[in-house]
């Protein structure tokens, strides 16, 4: 299924790149998978969820995503969404992004972040446009959209495989404006 995705989003604005996560709640049914297969879930204290970590690029449209257990934090994907980036110009992300080795990896890769400071870093961001990081609710709209798709919202395939399967199709279906 992500070989039809990776085909159609071969048009997209990469100049710049939002990044983000969002969490979904896992149904009771999507428990009970055989051992060894990947599930993708993790508990917390909402429950068992599932973290999207999602890019998009200038339009909104998903550029690439990858799915973890809802008890890893952001800064823990951000190597597997960078990789996916090819001509990406500024990669804007919220605060969980914030870290030296984040910035220092992007700079390597010649991509500008624009990743706000925490409240309590000791040396203020003078280079920090803050202009992009307005527009970081492209990303957000991005996953409102997503989870407009009930399949999506809800979770209940057992297993990571078959609801990366579901959420390809959805970034398709976003990509080319079918919804």
Same mark, same amino acid.
């Given at each position: 299924?992500?070989? *039809?995705?990776?085909?159609?989003?071969?048009?997209?604005?990469?100049?710049?790149?939002?990044? /983000?996560?969002? #969490? *979904?709640?896992?149904?009771?049914?999507?428990?009970?998978?055989?051992?060894?297969?990947?599930?993708?879930?993790?508990?917390?204290?909402?429950?068992?969820?599932?973290?999207?970590?999602?890019? @998009? /690029?200038?339009?909104?449209?998903?550029?690439?995503?990858?799915?973890?257990?809802?008890? @890893?934090?952001?800064?823990?994907?951000?190597?597997? *969404?960078?990789?996916?980036?090819?001509?990406?110009?500024?990669?804007?992300?919220?605060?969980?992004?914030?870290?030296?080795?984040?910035? =220092?990896?992007?700079?390597?890769?010649?991509?500008?972040?624009?990743?706000?400071?925490?409240? =309590?870093?000791?040396?203020?961001? @003078?280079?920090?446009?803050?202009?992009?990081?307005?527009?970081?609710?492209?990303?957000? =709209?991005?996953? $409102?959209?997503?989870?407009?798709?009930?399949?999506? $919202?809800?979770? #209940?395939?057992?297993? $990571?495989?078959?609801?990366?399967?579901?959420?390809?199709?959805?970034?398709?279906? *976003?990509?080319?404006?079918? =919804?």
């Amino acid at each position: 299924m992500g070989a *039809i995705f990776f085909d159609l989003r071969a048009s997209i604005d990469e100049e710049w790149v939002f990044a /983000d996560g969002s #969490y *979904i709640r896992c149904h009771q049914h999507s428990s009970g998978a055989r051992r060894g297969e990947l599930r993708a879930t993790g508990k917390s204290r909402g429950g068992t969820t599932t973290k999207i970590h999602l890019a @998009v /690029d200038s339009h909104g449209n998903p550029i690439d995503f990858k799915i973890t257990g809802g008890d @890893v934090h952001d800064s823990q994907a951000v190597d597997d *969404i960078i990789e996916m980036l090819t001509d990406a110009t500024y990669f804007i992300a919220d605060k969980a992004y914030d870290s030296e080795t984040i910035r =220092n990896r992007l700079k390597q890769d010649n991509i500008s972040p624009v990743i706000p400071k925490r409240r =309590n870093a000791k040396q203020p961001d @003078v280079a920090f446009d803050h202009y992009l990081y307005k527009l970081r609710h492209l990303v957000e =709209n991005t996953f $409102a959209r997503l989870k407009q798709f009930r399949s999506i $919202a809800t979770r #209940y395939e057992k297993l $990571a495989r078959n609801y990366k399967s579901m959420l390809y199709l959805a970034c398709t279906m *976003i990509h080319c404006k079918l =919804n």
